[in-house]
Nanobody, 117 residues
Framework: QVRLVQSGGGLVQPGGSLRLSCEVSGLAFSRYAMSWYRQAPGKEREVVATISTTGGPGGLKYEDSVKGRFIISRDNVKNTVYLQMNDLKPEDTAIYYC????????WGQGTQVLVSS
């Protein structure tokens, strides 16, 4: 059974930091590119960051609004992908999801991030 279990998230003040984790089991994690998505209230789900199977510098992609603030990384020993979020803004408020990109795709359960003073 494939499982993507997310942790982290919560309430943070503007300018603060959070780290999301997504631990994967039941599939060959190192063979999957991984992404983080988010969905804000009333908006469509959007991709935030993607990391290739090896996670090298050329295999990182970010949505424009998070470049320079968010860092995606992975640990292929721990089967976990991370999203370090710095300098958080109210517009980063959303439910965040991890995704194992393949055929089929697999998704985490979602975790709420609320940026508010």
């Amino acid at each position: 059974q494939v499982r993507l279990v997310q942790s982290g998230g919560g309430l943070v003040q503007p300018g603060g930091s959070l780290r999301l984790s997504c631990e994967v089991s039941g599939l060959a994690f190192s063979r999957y590119a991984m992404s983080w998505y988010r969905q804000a209230p009333g908006k469509e789900r959007e991709v935030v960051a993607t990391i290739s199977t090896t996670g090298g510098p050329g295999g990182l992609k970010y949505e424009d609004s998070v470049k320079g603030r968010f860092i995606i990384s992975r640990d292929n020993v721990k089967n976990t992908v991370y999203l370090q979020m710095n300098d958080l803004k109210p517009e980063d408020t959303a439910i965040y999801y991890c995704r194992a990109r393949g055929a089929p795709d697999y998704w985490g359960q979602g975790t709420q991030v609320l940026v508010s003073s």
